[in-house]
Nanobody
Framework: QVQLVESGGGLVQSGGSLRLSCAASGSIFSINAMGWFSQSPGKERELVATIRSTGSTNYADSAKGRFTISRDNAKNTVYLQMNGLKPEDTAVYYC??????????????WGRGTQVTVSS
């Protein structure tokens, strides 16, 4: 069994910064891609940023230039540094990871989410 646990959300003023963390634990052989998605009320969950085991990254247009995704492979942890936050960034942020528990198994996992609220 694998768990993803997010932390670092909260309330911040417009223009402020937050750093989200997501730690994976459990039966882990290898972690492939990890990423962050956001979901606002009434909207579908959407990609914020992803990072592969190679370190290559991908960002939503809305995140480019403001957010930075990184990972610590030794700690099975992915981070999202969010700078220049805007009220429209308000959402629940979910961690996602593509994890192999054995050499022959691979599954996608979600965390429970952490709330980010940006006040104007």
């Amino acid at each position: 069994q694998v768990q993803l646990v997010e932390s670092g959300g909260g309330l911040v003023q417009s223009g402020g910064s937050l750093r989200l963390s997501c730690a994976a634990s459990g039966s882990i052989f290898s972690i492939n891609a990890m990423g962050w998605f956001s979901q606002s009320p009434g909207k579908e969950r959407e990609l914020v940023a992803t990072i592969r085991s190679t370190g290559s990254t991908n960002y939503a247009d809305s995140a480019k230039g403001r957010f930075t995704i990184s990972r610590d492979n030794a700690k099975n942890t992915v981070y999202l540094q969010m700078n220049g936050l805007k009220p429209e960034d308000t959402a629940v942020y979910y961690c996602n990871a593509d994890i192999s528990s054995t050499l022959f198994s691979r599954r996608n996992y979600w965390g429970r989410g952490t709330q980010v609220t940006v006040s104007s």
